[in-house]
């Protein structure tokens, strides 16, 4: 089997169970756009919202508004997103990756399989 196949195919597979990792959310809708940055812990409710208080697509995420960014519209938001993250799972490195999540650059995880 050659070593491409055994890799990742996406960011949730590449940090695994446990793994932390930054990523672009959209807005839901006919017309869905870029709406600010999510930080997902997989396999885990991260949320800090009471899930009887959340909407049905809150997965488990907690997210980032662009709204209010003006127009560096996403940097503000992906700053927030990351200190977040960082101060609660002591990150303080960030390395984007092939699909432009951010995941922690201290780890040593695979790089993902070429499209």
């Known amino acids: 089997m050659s070593r491409t196949l055994e890799l990742p195919i996406n960011t949730w597979e590449q940090v695994g169970h ?21 930080v997902v812990r997989v396999g885990f409710d991260i949320n800090q919202r009471p899930k009887e208080k959340r909407a049905w697509y809150e997965n488990g995420t907690e997210k980032f508004s662009t709204y209010g960014d ?31 999540d951010y995941v922690d650059a201290d780890k040593n995880y695979p790089p993902l399989r070429p499209r």
Not at 18 to 27: E, L, N, P, S
Not at 74 to 88: D, F, P, T, Y
């Open 18 to 38: 446990g793994g932390v990792f930054v990523t672009r959310y959209q807005t839901m809708g006919r017309n869905p756009s870029f709406a600010g940055w999510q």
């Open 70 to 100: 003006g127009p560096d519209r996403g940097k503000a938001s992906l700053a927030r997103a990351k200190a977040w993250a960082g101060e609660r799972y002591r990150i303080t490195k960030w390395h984007r990756n092939a699909v432009g």
